[in-house]
């Protein structure tokens, strides 16, 4: 498929008002999270719900990060989701959970996020 970025936003789902733009994000449908800078995280006043919670990384090694939720924003599009906050070194990431959520999906000749299309009842 190949890898491209894309920009988004991050939202306090709690406070709309409290954001902040992460404006080159890898779109990576092999992670299931999206990651995002702890720092951004911080100061929108996202909670870390979840402590230490594992992640095995592409090279085998075990990590643990914590996940708060937030609203993730690409373009007119919009979804509440768990988000990691990535440290230093971590990569930042659009994972394939909130695409899903988003209703995106990935055109690979194009190297962009494209409209999914109706969504499935059953």
């Not at 092999?30 to 929108?44: H, K, M, Q, V």
């Not at 690409?74 to 988000?83: A, L, N, Q």
């Not at 971590?90 to 209703?103: F, I, M, S």
Request: glycine content about 10%.
């Amino acid at each position: 498929m190949g890898t491209f970025y894309t920009g988004c936003m991050i939202q306090n789902h709690v406070d709309r008002t409290r954001s902040a733009k992460i404006p080159k994000i890898l779109v990576d449908t092999g992670s299931e999270y999206t990651w995002a800078p702890e720092a951004f995280l911080d100061r929108i006043g996202v909670e870390r719900e979840k402590k230490d919670l594992p992640f095995v990384m592409a090279n085998g090694q075990q990590i643990t990060r914590s996940v708060g939720f937030a609203i993730i924003r690409v373009g007119k599009y919009f979804t509440i989701d768990e988000v990691v906050f990535a440290e230093k070194g971590d990569l930042l990431l659009l994972g394939a959970r909130t695409l899903e959520g988003l209703n995106l999906s990935v055109d690979p000749r194009q190297k962009k996020l494209v409209a999914a299309g109706p969504l499935p009842v059953a």
